[in-house]
């Protein structure tokens, strides 16, 4: 854990010293980045990997990832979503957005004797706000996931940097 979170703050450092500027989100802008989540039903924290397309200068699409560190051996939770967002404020410092998409969680346990799992598919809605500090922007996202079986309200927050 201690090094996924090394590997995060050194790659924050990185993007806030990066020469180019952010400004606000236009057509054609693609923005990556990555942060931590935390998944209130499972209790978990985990690495978030996100990157969006700026299809008109108030819609995006994008996809991310968010691998749960779970404890005990041979877990692993993960989900992958496609999301969309509709942005209601998109000035030069602070972007406020909706959220919605697909969402898919998925679950295994190895035992030793073999392995099982599931997955599920459902709908994520959310929100999130970007505040630009020149060369990235720090997010923040509360979603939830309308998933039958393993649904759950998270929280992610990271930092984005603007290719």
């Given at each position: 854990m201690k090094k996924v979170l090394s590997i995060a703050v050194l790659f924050a450092l990185?993007?806030?010293?990066?020469?180019?500027?952010?400004?606000?989100?236009?057509?054609?802008?693609i923005v990556a980045?990555?942060?931590?989540?935390?998944?209130f039903d499972i209790e978990e924290i985990g690495l978030n990997l996100n990157g969006y397309y700026s299809i008109t200068d108030e819609i995006r699409a994008g996809a991310d990832i968010l691998y749960y560190f779970?404890?005990?051996d041979g877990v692993s939770f993960w989900e992958l979503n496609l999301l969309g967002n509709y942005l209601f404020i998109n000035d030069e410092e602070l972007r406020v957005?909706?959220?919605?998409?697909?969402?898919?969680?998925?679950?295994?346990?190895?035992?030793?004797?073999?392995?099982f799992g599931g997955s599920q598919t459902g709908l994520m809605i959310g929100g999130g706000v970007e505040y630009d500090l020149?060369?990235?922007?720090?997010?923040?996202e509360p979603r939830i996931s309308l998933v039958s079986a393993w649904g759950q309200l998270s929280l992610t927050a990271g930092v984005r940097y603007k290719f």
């Open positions: 990185a993007m806030m010293f990066s020469t180019s500027a952010n400004a606000q989100n236009a057509e054609g802008d980045g990555g942060g931590l989540g935390f998944g779970v404890d005990g957005y909706a959220l919605a998409g697909i969402h898919r969680f998925n679950v295994s346990v190895d035992t030793g004797f073999g392995s020149g060369a990235v922007s720090l997010y923040g």
